[in-house]
């Protein structure tokens, strides 16, 4: 199997972090070549400083780890520290990694990542707000010929938004830089809740990463601990979505997961349904769409797949 050359742009955050663990135990896979940071969860000094965490628990120090935007393209910074802990990382120690970040800042070196490497053969995951992204585009426009596949977490149609009524909360973070990136033509595999909301970290699934004794298990069971305890705090249930993991197992098993073409479009203008995204099957021509949104998952192949990653 070829490996796929991969820039993880995040905002850790829990559910990040367990991605970033499942990424780094899968060097058969995926050549990670950077992670990019961005403000999201948390501010932009402690997404920077979760990542490179994660990069030292895992061993994985020879990874890049670029700071990128500390605010929004347009509007003022959306924490959702009440959902990832004060630190972002739950209840998970944290501690200032020996590793520094690397220089230059994120949106810089997805440029010249894009830029130096054959078109077509750099994917990403991204995971938190898409202002990094929508920064590169930005500054140079032809990375958008350039990039593979572009897998994003965000949005939401059938399920609702988890932020607002409308709006799931990486989109609303940054609504107008998903609206560059959606409108840049970049070619995109979208995870919204209606995909995400179907991967669970059910009761039985938490036991069974907490029965494999690995860092990364050990890590990840402690994540999961502390999404169990937001999840039954601030919605109900016992049972939190994997969001953020879904990107990085669609990339390793994309035949797991149901992709059809739509047309997708992002809410910039209406201060009830910011960052609503408004996501249209009926097309006069699929095969011309640049972007895919998930509609189902196999739950079970997939959370099959993470335990076998976390027992690497």
């Avoid at 699929?286 to 690497?312: G, K, M, N, Y």
């Amino acid at each position: 199997m070829t490996k796929t050359s991969l820039i993880i742009d995040c905002d850790p955050g829990v559910d990040d972090a367990v991605a970033l663990f499942l990424a780094f135990a899968s060097p058969e896979d995926l050549d990670i070549l950077a992670v990019t940071t961005v403000a999201g969860n948390v501010e932009a000094r402690l997404t920077a400083r979760n990542a490179r965490i994660i990069r030292q628990l895992a061993g994985r120090e020879d990874v890049p780890v670029h700071v990128g935007a500390a605010t929004p393209l347009v509007r003022p910074p959306i924490i959702a520290s009440h959902f990832h802990g004060e630190s972002g990382l739950g209840d998970l120690p944290v501690f200032e990694p020996d590793a520094p970040c690397a220089e230059g800042e994120a949106a810089d070196a997805i440029v010249s990542i894009v830029m130096s490497r054959p078109a077509g053969s750099v994917a990403m995951a991204v995971t938190g707000p898409m202002t990094n992204l929508a920064l590169a585009i930005q500054r140079e426009p032809a990375i958008v010929g350039r990039l593979g596949t572009v897998v994003v977490m965000g949005g939401a149609r059938r399920e609702g938004g988890n932020i607002t009524a409308s709006a799931e909360y990486n989109i609303y973070a940054d609504p107008h830089a998903a609206d560059v990136v959606f409108r840049s033509g970049v070619k995109t595999v979208v995870l919204g809740l209606d995909a995400t909301h179907q991967v669970r970290a059910t009761p039985a699934r938490v036991a069974a990463v907490k029965a494999i004794d690995t860092p990364a298990a050990r890590a990840v069971a402690q994540l999961f601990d502390f999404a169990v305890w937001t999840e039954q705090t601030h919605v109900g249930g016992d049972s939190p979505p994997q969001h953020d993991p879904c990107t990085i197992l669609y990339l390793l098993a994309p035949q797991h997961f149901t992709a059809v073409p739509v047309d997708l479009q992002v809410e910039t203008g209406s201060p009830l349904t910011m960052g609503h995204t408004a996501v249209e099957f009926r097309l006069p021509d699929p095969e011309s769409a640049t972007c895919r949104w998930v509609t189902q998952v196999d739950h079970e192949a997939v959370f099959a797949l993470l335990l076998r990653i976390l027992a690497r």
